[in-house]
Nanobody, 129 residues
Framework: EVQLVESGGGVVQTGGSLRLSCTASGFTADEYAIGWFRQAPGKEREVVSCISPSDRSTYYAGSVRGRFSVSRASAKGTAFLQMNSLKPEDTGIYYC??????????????????????WGPGTQVTVSE
């Protein structure tokens, strides 16, 4: 069974850091691009980042660029989202997702949830003031 599971969420003060993990099973994670999304209470899900197979390319939403960094542990089926200088507006449930086909993240579509076919259950991140 193809699965993704996020971990590493928690409560942190403004300016703090968290490192989220996305562990994949049931498929060869290194062959797929992985995206990170988040959803704040009462708001729509929004894209955070995307990392291509073999780390060929990465994309970040403007709101997190320079503060968040995406990476993966090759051959371990795990992707990471390092979040620094956290702000209260970063609060939400964070999800990782697998891109539908084994292609690199592309500027034209990476931010659309429609291109991701498998989602984890999410992990809560709360940034207090």
């Amino acid at each position: 069974e193809v699965q993704l599971v996020e971990s590493g969420g928690g409560v942190v003060q403004t300016g703090g850091s968290l490192r989220l993990s996305c562990t994949a099973s049931g498929f060869t994670a290194d062959e797929y691009a992985i995206g990170w999304f988040r959803q704040a209470p009462g708001k729509e899900r929004e894209v955070v980042s995307c990392i291509s197979p073999s780390d060929r390319s990465t994309y970040y939403a403007g709101s997190v660029r320079g503060r968040f960094s995406v990476s993966r542990a090759s051959a371990k089926g795990t992707a990471f989202l390092q979040m620094n200088s956290l702000k209260p507006e970063d609060t939400g449930i964070y999800y990782c997702a697998r891109v539908t086909t084994g292609r690199a993240c592309e500027r034209s579509w990476w931010s659309s949830p429609d291109h991701y076919d498998t989602w984890g259950p999410g992990t809560q991140v709360t940034v207090s003031e």
